[in-house]
T-cell receptor
Framework: GAGVSQSPSNKVTEKGKDVELRCDPI?????LYWYRQSLGQGLEFLIY????????KSGLPSDRFSAERTGGSVSTLTIQRTQQEDSAVYLC??????????????FGEGSRLTVL | AQSVTQLGSHVSVSEGALVLLRCNYS??????LFWYVQYPNQGLQLLLK??????LVKGINGFEAEFKKSETSFHLTKPSAHMSDAAEYFC???????????FGKGNQVVVIP
């Protein structure tokens, strides 16, 4: 597709379960970001991948959160032992290498996670 | 780290009236500043950006923003609101050192007929 694709669009899970969220970036974009959007909290940075460099994981809120990016393309965000406070919309964005400086981040529609 | 402040989570504006969304930033270096818009059930899209060229920046759908260094502001305006402007608007600043955008909490704009 032409845009950033995220799946699932909606996920309802029980507290304590693990979830995986997938992001397929725009072809040719070397930078990939995960953000979390909570009600009234804006967008919270989680993790950033740039090419083959080590990812910037400084935004991950706890060690229950992890992400990987295979082959420089598709990324998976994994949340282990989910808690109710993890309920949010998880947004993925991709850009060319200089995206953060030019603001040209292209966002997917997000994965809405609800933890019961 | 750089940050932005957006006050007033919900903003109501009458159709045809001025839209004004305020954004103030904190930065120790000249920033790059952005406004993004999120329409219902859609992803965020770039509305306009300031990258140290002209201080008055024009974006899509009739929006514009002015960078004022003395006020550390980057307020977004549109002279006449349209029903289709109902959306959430986010101000963001580029954190050069960490290759990421820092976003404000957003303004939910409601347009009243």
């Amino acid at each position: 597709g032409a845009g950033v694709s995220q799946s699932p669009s909606n996920k309802v899970t029980e507290k304590g379960k693990d979830v995986e969220l997938r992001c397929d970036p725009i072809s040719g974009h070397t930078a990939l970001y995960w953000y979390r959007q909570s009600l009234g909290q804006g967008l919270e940075f989680l993790i950033y991948f740039q090419g083959n460099s080590a990812p910037d994981k400084s935004g991950l809120p706890s060690d229950r959160f992890s992400a990987e990016r295979t082959g420089g393309s598709v990324s998976t965000l994994t949340i282990q032992r989910t808690q109710q406070e993890d309920s949010a919309v998880y947004l993925c964005a991709s850009s060319l290498a200089s995206g953060a400086n030019t603001g040209e981040l292209f966002f997917g529609e997000g994965s809405r996670l609800t933890v019961l | 780290a750089q940050s932005v402040t957006q006050l007033g989570s919900h903003v109501s504006v009458s159709e045809g009236a001025l839209v004004l969304l305020r954004c103030n930033y904190s930065s120790s270096v000249p920033p790059y500043l952005f406004w993004y818009v999120q329409y219902p059930n859609q992803g965020l899209q770039l509305l306009l950006k300031y990258t140290s060229a002209a201080t008055l920046v024009k974006g899509i759908n009739g929006f514009e923003a002015e960078f004022k260094k003395s006020e550390t502001s980057f307020h977004l305006t549109k002279p006449s609101a349209h029903m289709s402007d109902a959306a959430e608007y986010f101000c963001a600043v580029s954190d050069h050192g960490n290759n990421r955008l820092a976003f404000g909490k957003g303004n939910q704009v409601v347009v009243i007929p």
